[in-house]
């Protein structure tokens, strides 16, 4: 019976680099594609096959994708070095999409991609670099039955709850809104956290009564794992930049889709051009989340 055995991962970031390693920890014989030679020196001084060259992954049971946007993932999938370029004849890799990216995306991929031999399943994950760390992430499934099953056991290595949303894209779309939610709720919630010690009221008296309340969320569950999720994508002021790209893609592509759909979204925006607009108030308003302090 068909399995797979060997994975290449193309970008080993943040999220890459820990997903890598929980792959290999289930069993399974990884190589690093990165073109950053700090992330490949890392891996290889723990053993692991490590590369800049795209053509590389061709051979690999399954290719997953975690890169930053669509003119990367393209570059590294359709290029003139890029994966579809160098498919041995008759292999029949499955390409998984874990990265956040439009449905249309990857219906732009399909067609190519499934020209070389390859299967194309949509898997973007939630739950942070912790849930990446330590394998409990929420991975988000979308493609034709067979291939999701193929990739199912690859997938559980790296996360502990996987859902199959339906056809190629539908998981992005999950994915896209579940991101939309969770950035709205990470500002707000550090301007509530801001406004209760502002009035006395520190975030961890506060987050006991929320965590029974209807104003609970995934960060006001648990005071100390509510700031360590905030610290975990921004330790200072000075590293904001990174996640603000991050973030502002999320929102961006949750109005793409309301535009695709004529639904007007009139809160994501106000949300989308605060985030855009407003960096310096923004960083430290997230830093300061992250960081206990007396109230006021």
């Known amino acids: 019976m068909e399995s797979i055995k060997t994975v290449a991962f193309i970008g080993a970031g943040n999220m890459g680099a820990p997903m890598a390693r929980c792959a290999r920890r289930g069993g399974f014989d990884i190589t690093i594609c990165d073109r950053n030679p700090a992330v490949r020196e890392s891996f290889e001084r723990e053993g692991v096959r490590t590369t800049a060259d795209m053509t590389d992954c061709a051979a690999a049971d399954a290719i997953i994708v975690l890169l930053a946007n669509d003119a990367q993932i393209k570059d590294a999938l359709l290029g003139e070095r890029g ?14 999409m874990m990265s956040t990216t439009l449905p249309d995306t990857l219906h732009t991929l399909q067609a190519p991609l499934a020209a070389a031999g390859a299967r194309l399943v949509d898997a973007p994950v939630s ?10 992430l929420t991975i988000m499934l979308g493609g034709a039955e067979a291939d999701v099953e193929l990739a199912r056991p690859l ?17 992005q ?9 969770c950035v709205t709720n990470m500002y707000l919630t550090a301007e509530a956290i801001e406004l209760a010690q502002a009035h006395g009221v520190a975030f961890e008296s506060l987050a006991p009564i929320l965590a029974v309340s209807t104003g609970m969320n995934f960060l006001t569950a648990d005071a100390a794992v509510g700031r360590a999720q905030y610290r975990a994508w921004s330790p200072t002021e000075a590293a904001y930049p990174d996640i603000h790209r991050i973030v502002a893609k999320d929102l961006h592509l949750a109005l793409a889709l309301g535009d695709q759909a004529g639904l007007e979204t009139g809160m994501l ?3 989308s051009n605060y985030v855009d607009e407003d960096g310096s108030k923004a960083a430290a308003l997230w830093t300061r989340a992250g960081h206990t302090s007396s109230p006021a």
Do not use: D, W
């Open 155 to 171: 997938m559980r290595a790296m996360g502990n709850r996987l859902f199959h949303c339906g056809v190629l894209g539908s998981a």
């Open 127 to 136: 739950g942070g670099i912790v849930g990446a760390q330590e394998g409990t």
């Open 269 to 271: 925006r106000q949300v």
């Open 173 to 181: 779309v999950a994915k896209i809104i579940n991101n939309m939610l």
């Open 83 to 96: 994966l579809v370029s160098a498919i041995p004849a008759g292999h029949r890799p499955t390409v998984c």
